[in-house]
C-alpha cells in the first residue's frame, strides 16, 4: 500500500436508560404518539428553565471513565447557537472542549479481529438531542419527543487506519453502552448516529500532525454497516484523488453520507463553517463533582464483556469461541449467568444456548428477551437430559417446541409423552415379552451370531415408541438371553 | 373609600376586620386601572373578570396586585410587550405568580414594559409609550414601566417588576415609590421571559419598605425548576425588619457623587445631588455612619460597555426561540428560515434589533475574546471592588440616575458629561447579584428622586432594614402621584 488512511470517529449515542429528558422533566422513553414526550422547555416557551438529570450526569461520568477519560472537577454547560426548526430553543446546551467537558483524553483496548489496539479519545460530553424531522414532498413534519433526550458525543482522534478497525472499535463502544446499562445503543432506534472523517497519507512518513492529509468529514452516518461503506468509498475516492494530483488542492471539507447512491456528497468547506457563538448557559450553575461521587461511580461500574469473556472462558472452561458468541449480546449473556445462577452446568448450559436458542433467534429475527422460556426452564430442560429422563436428541425437540409453542418442558415432556422409559422393572417387562416373541433370535446368539441384540433392542424401542433408555435395554437384553 | 391608597397591612387588617371585602378591593382596582390607562396606557392587559377571595391568615391575601407582562400567567395574555408574542397565552405560570396565587394574592393586570426588559424608557411596548402619573410629559423609566406607573397611582399596593439592569430600581425612583431587587436567586425566574439570564431578577414596585419586604417573602423560595435558585426558607424578610440600625456603616462614591465632576451640570442634577448628601445627613441622625470611598473612574467608565455586551449577548441567544412557528403569530414564508426572518423583522422594535446585532458580533468567534471575555473580565473585577466594600460597609448608598423622571420629547433632555457611571452605576447590582433597594428621597422641581442602597449578595435583612430606617425619617413613605389620591 502506497498510502494509509487515518480515521477519526465522531459517535453520538443518545443515554435511553434515565426516566427523564436530560434538561427537561419529559420523559425519555419509546413514544408511538409523535410529541407526547414534550414539556414546556422541549418546545422553548418563553420563561422555561433548564434542569440538569443527575442520572444522566452519573451515567456519562461512568461512561468517561469507562474510557479512561479525565472527569473535570465542575461540570459546566454551554450554549450552541443556531436556528434550525429542529432546536425550539435555538441553541443546544452542550459541552464545548473549553471549559472540560465530562470526559476528556481516554485511551480503549479494543479487539480487531482477534489483534488489539489502542483507541485515542480526544473526549465525550454531555447535551441535548434535537426533535426528529421527517420530510415529505410537500412539507415536512418535527417530532419533539427527541428533543431533549441525553445525548453523548464520543470524539476520536484519527487513531484508526481501516473500516475494520473503526467498525470494532463502534461495537466495542456499542457493547459497552449496552452492559453499562446506558443506552440500549440501537441504530434502528435512531440511538447511534455517527460523523467519520477521513484523510490519507503516504504510507512511509511518520504518523504525525504535520504529515497528516485533508480531513474530510462525512456527516449523518447512521449504521455501522454505513460507517464501514463511507469509510471505504472515501478511502478510495481520496486515492484516486491522489494518483491524479488533486487531493492536495482538495479544501477541508464537509461532506454528507447518501443512502441512495452509497456516495458522499459535498456539503461546505471550511471557509463556510458555522460559528456557533458558544458561550456558558448563565442558566446552569457549574456544577462541583465530588471525589466521592466520582468514586462511588466507580465502583458501581458493571462487569464488561470482554471480563465476562475471561470469566466464561477462565472459570467455566468455555472455548474463545463460545465465549465470545455468549458476550456478544448482553442480554444472551445475563440469560446465560442466569441460567448457571438457577444451578445449571455451565457448559452444558451454554451449548444449549448457543447451538439451539440463538439459531432459534437468528432464524426467527428475535431478541432473547422475546422467548417464553426463562433460564430456570433451560435448567429444567438441561437436569431432565443429564438424569436420563429424556435423550439428548428428545431435549433438542422438547426446546424447539418450547420455544414455538410457548411451553415450559415438563409440560412438552409430559403431553408428548416423550418421557424414556428409564426404571428397569418397565423396560425388564417389554424386554421379557421380545425375548418370549423372538425365541429363534435366542438361537441365533447363542450360535454366535451376537448382532441379533441390535434387532432385538430395536424391537423394545418400537413397542416403546422410543421412550425406553437405549443403553440400559442393550445390556438388560444380553443378560436376559444369557440367562435363557 | 381610599382603598387602593393604604398599605398591605392596613388592608389585610381591614380585610380581616371586614371593613372592606377582597371584591370591593378588586373591583376599587379595577377601575382605578382603567383610568389609568386611559392616562398613563400602563397596562396591556386588565383582567375585568377578576373576582375577589376569601382572606386568610397571609397577608397578601385577597389584595390585588399587578404583574409585569413579561412574566408567564396560565390562561392570561403575556406578550413582553412584543408584537413577536401579541397573541400568546402562556399554559403555565411563572414560579413567582404561582407563589402569590397560594397565597391568595389576586392580579388585576398586566403591565407594559420595554420590549421583553431592553430598554429604560417604557417607551418601547408594543402597546405604545407608558407616561409618568406625575407629569405625563415625562417618562417612568424601564424597563417596569407600567408597573411603577400603576403603584404611584395608586392601583393596588404593588405591582412585580423584573430588573436587568436597573429596570425596577430606576422606574421606582421616578416615579417617587420603592423598587425592590432582592438576591440574585432568592425568587425564581422560571416563567419569567429571560433577557439575559445571569443578570435577570424578579422583584417588586412597592410603596413602603415594609410591604416590598411582605411581597418579596410571599414570591421568594427554592424552585426544582430553576436550578439558580436557593433555599431562603431561614430568611423571614418582613419579619427581620426593625429598624435597629446604629452602628450600621454605609459608604459613597465620591467619583458619582461629587457635583464638580459634572462641569456642566444642570439645575436638576445639582438639586439631585444636594438633596442626596441630605439623604446621607438624615442617615447620620439614624445612628448610621457614612463614608466616602473612591474608585478608579475606569471601572466606572467600564460598567456601561460591560452591561451592553454581556446583556446583549445573552438575549441574542435568550430570544432564539421566537420564531414564530410553535408559538407566536406565525409568519409568512418559502420556507422556514424566510418564516422566521419575516416573524422577527416585522415583530422586533428597531432598540431590540440593534442589540441583537450588538450581542451576536460580540460572540463571534474572532470577537469573543475582545469584547465578551473581556466583559465578563471586567464584571468580575467591578463584582470584586464592590465585594471589597462590603467587607467594610453594610451597604453602598447612591443616587439614582441624574435626576427627575426625563422627558419623553427627548430633545427637552440635556445631555451632561460624564454622566453615564451615574445613570449606569445600578447595574453594578445585577453584576453581583447584590440586594439593592430604591426608595423616594424627595423632589426635585416637583419630581420625586430616588436613593439606592445596595448590599452584599445574602444580606437582604440588612439593605431593607436601613432602607426601612431611612425612609421612616423622610416624608415619602406611601406616597401617591399628585391628582391619584382621589376616593373611588
Not at chain 1, 118 to 128: G, S
Not at chain 2, 344 to 366: D, H, M, N, P, W
Amino acid at each position: 500500500m502506497k498510502y494509509k488512511a487515518l480515521i477519526g470517529i465522531e459517535m453520538h449515542c443518545e443515554i435511553s436508560k434515565t426516566n427523564s429528558k436530560v434538561f427537561s422533566s419529559a420523559s425519555n422513553s419509546f413514544n408511538d404518539c409523535p410529541n407526547g414526550n414534550v414539556r414546556p422547555l422541549d418546545m422553548g416557551f418563553p420563561g422555561t428553565l433548564p434542569v440538569v438529570n443527575k442520572e444522566a450526569v452519573r451515567k456519562s461520568i461512568m461512561m468517561s471513565l469507562m474510557l479512561g477519560c479525565k472527569v473535570p472537577e465542575y461540570l459546566y454547560f454551554e450554549r450552541k447557537n443556531y436556528y434550525y426548526p429542529d432546536l425550539p430553543k435555538g441553541y443546544q446546551i452542550t459541552q464545548e472542549t473549553k471549559p472540560a467537558p465530562i470526559g476528556c483524553f481516554g485511551k480503549l483496548r479494543y479487539d480487531c479481529n482477534g489483534e488489539f489496539h489502542e483507541a485515542i479519545i480526544n473526549n465525550i460530553h454531555l447535551e441535548e438531542d434535537t426533535a426528529s424531522q421527517q420530510h415529505f414532498p410537500s412539507f415536512s413534519t418535527l417530532d419533539y419527543n427527541r428533543c431533549g433526550v441525553p445525548l453523548l458525543e464520543l470524539v476520536t482522534e484519527p487513531c484508526f487506519h481501516s473500516s475494520d478497525e473503526a467498525l470494532a472499535f463502534l461495537e466495542t463502544i456499542r457493547s459497552i453502552y449496552r452492559y453499562a446499562d446506558i443506552s440500549e445503543a440501537d441504530s434502528k432506534k435512531g440511538q447511534i448516529r455517527c460523523d467519520v472523517n477521513v484523510s490519507i497519507m503516504d504510507a512511509d512518513l511518520e504518523e504525525i500532525p504535520e504529515n497528516y492529509g485533508t480531513k474530510v468529514e462525512v456527516k449523518g452516518v447512521n449504521s455501522f454497516g454505513a460507517a464501514k461503506a463511507v469509510i471505504d468509498y472515501e478511502i478510495d475516492r481520496q486515492i484516486k484523488l491522489k494518483e491524479s494530483g488533486e487531493y492536495d488542492s482538495m479544501p477541508q471539507q464537509t461532506r454528507r453520507w447518501d443512502e441512495d447512491t452509497m456516495t458522499t456528497i459535498y456539503m461546505r468547506d471550511k471557509v463556510n463553517a458555522i460559528d456557533y457563538k458558544y458561550f456558558i448557559d448563565p442558566n446552569i450553575p457549574k456544577i462541583k463533582l465530588s471525589d466521592d461521587w466520582i468514586n462511588e461511580i466507580k465502583d458501581s461500574i458493571p462487569v464488561l464483556a470482554h471480563e465476562r469473556k475471561e470469566i466464561y472462558m477462565n472459570n467455566y472452561g468455555l472455548s474463545n469461541y463460545d465465549a465470545t458468541i455468549l458476550v456478544k449480546d448482553k442480554n444472551v449473556s445475563d440469560y446465560y449467568e442466569d441460567t448457571i445462577k438457577c444451578g445449571a452446568d455451565p457448559k452444558l448450559a451454554s451449548n444449549w444456548i448457543s447451538s439451539v436458542i440463538l439459531g432459534y433467534l437468528n432464524k426467527e429475527l428475535l431478541s432473547i428477551d422475546d422467548i417464553y422460556v426463562t433460564p430456570s426452564m433451560l435448567k429444567e430442560l438441561i437436569d431432565m437430559v443429564q438424569d436420563g429422563t429424556i435423550s439428548s436428541k428428545q431435549g433438542k425437540e422438547v426446546l424447539f417446541k418450547c420455544l414455538e409453542e410457548n411451553k415450559d418442558p415438563k409440560t412438552v415432556v409430559e403431553e408428548s409423552g416423550m418421557k424414556q422409559i428409564g426404571s428397569a422393572d418397565e423396560i425388564l417387562k417389554i424386554v421379557t415379552e421380545v425375548l418370549d416373541e423372538n425365541s429363534d433370535n435366542i438361537e441365533k446368539y447363542k450360535a454366535g451370531r451376537t448382532n441379533v441384540v441390535d434387532y432385538l433392542v430395536g424391537q423394545v424401542m418400537k413397542k416403546t415408541r422410543g421412550q425406553a433408555n437405549p443403553g440400559i435395554t442393550r445390556s438388560m437384553m444380553i443378560e436376559e438371553i444369557e440367562k435363557r | 373609600m381610599k382603598n387602593s391608597l393604604k398599605s398591605i397591612e392596613e388592608l389585610h387588617s381591614d380585610l380581616v376586620s371586614g371593613n372592606v371585602s377582597s371584591s370591593d378591593l378588586v373591583n376599587e382596582s379595577l377601575e382605578r386601572s382603567h383610568k389609568l390607562q386611559d392616562e398613563c396606557n400602563a397596562f396591556v392587559t386588565i383582567m375585568d373578570d377578576a373576582k375577589g377571595v376569601s382572606v386568610n391568615d397571609n397577608l397578601l391575601s385577597g389584595i390585588p396586585y399587578g404583574i409585569k407582562d413579561n412574566y408567564s400567567t396560565k390562561g392570561i395574555l403575556s406578550t413582553g410587550s412584543s408584537n413577536t408574542l401579541k397573541d400568546y397565552v402562556p399554559f403555565f405560570n411563572a414560579t413567582a405568580v404561582s407563589n402569590l396565587e397560594k397565597l391568595g394574592a389576586v392580579p388585576v393586570n398586566k403591565t407594559v414594559l420595554d420590549e421583553f426588559g431592553m430598554g429604560g424608557t417604557g417607551t418601547t411596548g408594543h402597546t405604545g409609550v407608558v407616561r409618568n402619573p406625575w407629569d405625563k410629559t415625562r417618562m417612568c423609566a424601564g424597563s417596569s414601566a407600567g408597573s411603577a406607573c400603576a403603584v404611584a397611582a395608586g392601583v393596588y399596593p404593588y405591582a412585580l417588576g423584573s430588573d436587568t439592569g436597573d429596570s425596577i430600581r430606576k422606574p421606582a425612583a421616578y416615579c417617587g415609590i420603592v423598587g425592590y431587587k432582592p438576591t440574585y436567586g432568592m425568587i425564581s425566574r422560571y416563567g419569567l421571559f429571560p433577557f439575559a439570564s445571569s443578570l435577570d431578577t424578579c422583584g417588586v414596585l412597592t410603596r413602603s419598605v415594609r410591604d416590598a419586604a411582605i411581597v418579596v417573602d410571599g414570591m421568594k423560595g427554592i424552585d426544582s425548576n430553576d436550578m439558580t435558585s436557593w433555599d431562603s426558607s431561614r430568611v423571614h424578610l418582613f419579619d427581620s425588619i426593625d429598624g435597629n440600625v446604629k452602628g450600621k456603616k454605609l459608604c459613597y462614591v465620591k467619583e458619582l457623587c461629587d457635583i464638580n465632576n459634572y462641569p456642566d451640570a444642570t439645575d436638576e442634577l445639582r438639586k439631585h445631588l444636594s438633596n442626596f448628601f441630605d439623604t446621607l445627613d438624615k442617615c447620620k441622625s439614624l445612628g448610621i455612619e457614612v463614608e466616602e470611598v473612591s474608585i478608579d473612574q475606569k471601572l466606572l467608565n467600564a460598567v456601561g460597555s460591560v452591561y451592553v455586551v454581556i446583556s446583549c449577548a445573552e438575549a441574542t441567544s435568550n430570544m432564539s426561540n421566537l420564531t414564530g412557528i410553535s408559538f407566536g403569530p406565525r409568519s409568512e414564508g418559502n420556507n422556514y428560515h424566510d418564516m422566521m426572518k419575516n416573524y422577527r423583522t416585522r415583530g422586533f422594535c428597531s432598540l431590540i434589533k440593534r442589540r441583537f446585532v450588538i450581542g451576536s458580533y460580540v460572540l463571534q468567534a474572532e470577537n469573543k475574546d475582545r469584547y465578551f471575555f473581556n466583559a465578563q473580565r471586567a464584571r468580575r473585577l467591578i463584582v470584586d471592588e464592590w465585594k471589597k466594600l462590603f467587607e467594610k460597609y453594610d451597604a453602598v448608598i447612591l443616587p439614582v440616575g441624574s435626576g427627575p423622571a426625563k422627558h419623553l420629547d427627548d430633545s427637552k433632555n440635556s445631555k451632561i458629561s460624564n454622566i453615564e457611571p451615574l445613570e449606569e452605576h445600578l447595574q453594578i447590582g445585577n453584576f453581583g447579584g447584590f440586594p439593592s433597594i430604591t426608595i423616594p428621597n424627595g423632589f426635585v422641581n416637583g419630581l420625586p428622586v430616588g436613593v439606592n442602597i445596595t448590599g452584599n449578595c445574602y444580606d437582604d435583612v440588612n439593605v431593607l432594614n436601613i432602607a426601612y430606617a431611612l425612609e421612616g425619617s423622610m416624608d415619602y413613605k406611601n406616597q401617591i402621584a399628585r391628582g391619584y389620591d382621589y376616593e373611588v
